[in-house]
């Protein structure tokens, strides 16, 4: 009985081992479980282990001006990588020598390319920029003896090229990515190009293109196994689109040539399209100086010279508009009913009253409001300016009036970026009512602010604003925000660059100011750009600068009745509007309306390029 | 109408063999020329999967012949091979004994012997020797295995070839030989033999793998030790229930332990922190104690076994921090640290786990396709056609490949069970549980190092794994046993 119950209870242990073989059977499937559906990881370490992929650039688009002259393109240059896990053993000595650096240099470099925050994609096992753009000839030395520097790769890249020393500003450059650049999108690896300044910069995204990559397979010890999959997975890179730019490098480069030795800038614009001609920026430098491995040095020897050449006055130089900024007020008065082409104002030497004296020069007077234009009557502008804002019949306070300015103001362009399609445009700025109360505590009237008709005052703009009012008047009431890039290949332009922006100002109105722009040329002060060719019209402007010499302004616009091209010229320390300013306003717009300079012309300018306001050595880096 | 048995004898082998178990034999041994395939594949050289100089061509050639094999195996007089018991035990034991003089060193072992132009492990045909020769003591003397003096007999038969192989430096072969504890469990050995390890090794796990991990942020108090404790209070619980039939005596233990435990804790993390173990060393002592209170009052023997049982558990889990830390060698410790994943090593000895995890993890759920595996085909597994084969089956068949070869082996396994317990002879019977416990500790070992669950032992997949000795060896361990089944009929008459 004992040994029955003892044999079936034997007989029962079956159960159990195939309990214990069950057990683990389904304890492995768990744990397969787990690895091989919970977890994403394993399949990035496994691709991390057998793929090497390498990135294929694609080619950056080239930029050509508005008649198809190549500006910008592509030239192969050599970056020279680093594996560090393989790189273990190399003759250091030996490999400065060949590349001519200093053993310093290479250990900084390699800390550089250790140091997790300033390269914060590093991995020991991939390949690591170690030097940058290696000419031609730099890299057939070098790849003589790459097989003695194991872990050094050579990888090729192209480097931008200009083809003028010009339109540095517009152009920009690009140059290797930053941290920060590489945190905001990861599209960038350490060692990438980025655009940075210019053009380069505000249409990175489509000068770039698309990488591709090429995944090659790795076995355990780093040797390359051939193509995954015979490249069934591997991506071509996009090249990057083509840009037309509205630049005319013709005119671009005459321009530079006559701001050779002066400050300030110039900005063209063909009034119709909004596209800016030229954009000049003086002192300025050699693109190419922007390439290439002396690129940091150049960069940081710029950005220490005392006249910033780097900063592109045109877009980010903020100046008093002066004079210029008379046909503004014209069209208000004429707009909000203050004037009429026949009111007069009284002008004895300047505006006088209440003990408040604004001078101004001799002519005729009382004086109407074309002939006020065509002779810049201060006087004519102040008297508007404070009839206006004393009109409490129109507008109940001062500060209604004020608003009611302003917005006529910014309605034709001033006080906000217009928009350009350049990074780092200035706003300007047009004071409005909050401004002055704060100022004065409340009490303030039209007399208070009076400077601000002339141009004067807390009024400042930018050349390329200056240049929009040149546009807007040719135009008769609108501009399209002005752009420098005409064409993008296979892409619509931005909307913002394709639609007109009307002002607050009747286009009837516009005909008196054109008229008194006119006659500033026929007969005012604008005769030195007269022509028999075309009808120009022009408005000088004489700002007074607290801090030294006066500027000198123009801006103008021909044909009268078929405007191709508007233009500012803005020239610091200039003096007087007529002495810089105009001048080189009419040498541009015969340059641009007839594809060249006459004779005398090209005297003129040969006198202007040699006529320089800043001396110092460095005030140009050509 | 003739007898069923008569019948089915007169048909010969192929009617009474059990064709379930060749079924799956042949569908694993398939399936692992695909992995051998995959992981052996040369991207250098393109498809040569039948060339014999690629090791899938070769394994193709192991394969056949170990199908020839077992074809002969069949044909053999299952009547001879258990006469020839002893003697085929005795000449391996020999063949084992020698094998370190004439071997040369591969990889530091020395199991491999060179006849003619092949080299042959003893070590993996030894199985089928002792099992053989296991089967035959234990059914001769109708040894009964709850009685310590018929267990010692029959495990010193075991453990000589487990030296033997220890003296070649095959440590990892060397343990499959415990497989055999499985049978002596299904033929009487005392089933708390099998507990006492099973808990010994939980008390080593739990205990060095939370070692240094605090119960809560407060106070340094090993979780590790604290678990190992509680565990071996519910382990005195327990057996209190299954091997005593007082009732109230197992309550008292229970509930108040873990009354104890639980004021212990609350007590430590709300009020006046201390070491929670000092409380549990106090229960377990009380419990000590009263257990032989008990076997005194109630004159059984049992509760002084489970009092020794507490006793022994704890100074095992104490004595274990000492021989890891004083007497293991530093690159044993290692692995052990590695295995329980203290010890991140991605270089050294957790180097293969991390590898195989990678290769397996990468293959989601359908796999990546046959011979399209990268992990195995780029060699980042080592020894991935051998120890580490089913790598290939993870990376290349993916979750679904892999459970089913799993799944598999474990109907395998049952089959095996079932094929042993209904043998008409104890012969048979051990024999086949004998089979069955070896296939089932490979697979767990092999299975379960690849998954980064066991320590890494290298030891053969059965059936999947390259290598000729190793299959011959399978399949010499499985057709014997398919033998002696199809010959049952003869003997239920």
Known sequence: MEKEKKKYALG??????????????????????????????????????????????????????????????????????????????????DLCKTLNITPEWYKRRMSEIRDPWRNPGYSRYTQQLFMSQLSAEEFSTFSEKLFSYPGFYVQKRSVRQYSYPYAAHVLGDVGEVGPKDIEKDDYYNSGDYIGKLGIERQYEQQLRGEKGVEILLRDSRGRIKGRYQNGKFDE????????????????????????????????????????????????????????????????????????????????MGQYPPGSTFKTTQALTFLQEGIVNTHTSYPCSEGFHFKGLTLKCHIHAAPIALVPSLATSCNSYYCWGLFQMFSNRQKYPTVQDAMTRWKDYMVSMGFGYRLGVDLPGEKRGMIPNAPYYDKAYRGSWNGLTVISISIGQGEVNATPLQIANLGATIANRGWFVTPHVVKDIQDEELNEEYTTRRYTMVDAQHYEHVVQGMRQAVLNGTCRAANTEAYEVCGKTGTAQNPHGKDHSAFMGFAPMNDPKIAICVYVENGIWGATYGVPIGSLLIEQYLTGGLSPESEEKAKIFENRHIITSDDASNK | MPATSKNNRDKGILSNIDWVTLFIFVVLVSMGWMSVCGASYNLDEGTKLLDFSARSGMQLVWIFSSFVLGAIILYIDDRLIESLSYIIYIAFMVLLFVTPMLAHDIKGSLSWIKIGGFSIQPAEFAKFATAICVAKVVSSFNLDLSRWRDLFISAFLVLLPMVLIVMQKETGSALVYFAFFFMFYREGMVGSILFAGAAAVFYFVVG???????????????????????????????MMWVYTSLRKPFFQTLCFGMIAYVLAVLYAKYLIPFNVCWVQWGVLAATIVYLFYLAVRERLWSYALISMFALGSIGFFYSVNYVLNDVLQA??????????????????????????????????????????????????????????????????????????????????????IHLAERQPLRFGRVYGYCVMSIFLFHLFINVGMVLGLTPVIGIPLPFFSYGGSSLWGFTILLFVFLKIDSARFRLKK
């Open chain 2, 208 to 238: 060095i793998r939370y070692a240094d991990v605090p119960l809560w942020d407060i106070l340094p108090i090993s979780s590790g030790e604290f678990f190992v404790l509680a565990a071996i209070h519910l382990f005195v619980a327990g």
């Open chain 1, 12 to 93: 029962k242990r079956k159960y159990v081992l195939s309990g214990i073989a069950c057990l683990i059977v389904f304890t492995y499937i768990l744990r397969l479980f787990t690895l091989q559906l919970l977890s994403e990881d394993y399949k990035a370490d496994a691709d991390n282990n057998a793929f090497l992929k390498r990135i294929l650039f694609p080619a950056r688009g080239a930029i050509t001006d508005r008649n198809g002259k190549l500006l910008v393109y592509n030239q192969p240059a050599y970056d020279i990588m680093v594996v560090m896990k393989e790189q273990e053993g190399v003759d250091t000595l």
């Open chain 1, 236 to 315: 071509a890179p996009i090249p990057g689109k083509n840009l037309t730019l509205s630049l005319d490098v013709e005119l671009q480069a005459l321009g530079e040539r006559l701001m050779t030795g002066k400050k300030g800038g110039i900005v063209a614009i063909e009034p119709s399209t909004g596209e800016i001609l030229c954009m000049v920026s003086s002192p300025t430098y050699d693109p190419r100086m922007m390439v290439g491995r002396q690129r940091g040095e150049n960069n940081r020897k710029l950005s220490q010279n005392v006249h910033k050449p780097l900063l592109n006055r045109a877009i």
């Open chain 2, 331 to 416: 690159h044993q410790r290692t692995r052990i640290r590695v295995l329980l994943g203290l010890e991140d090593d991605p270089k050294g000895a957790g180097y293969n786990v991390i590898q195989a995890k990678i290769a397996i993890g990468s293959g989601g759920l359908k796999g990546k396709g046959f011979l399209n595996g990268t992990q195995t085909k780029l060699k980042y597994v080592p020894e991935q056609d051998t120890d580490f084969i089913f790598c290939t089956v993870g990376e290349e068949q993916g979750f679904i490949g892999a459970a089913v070869v799993l799944l598999l082996f474990l109907f395998f396994i049952l089959r095996l």
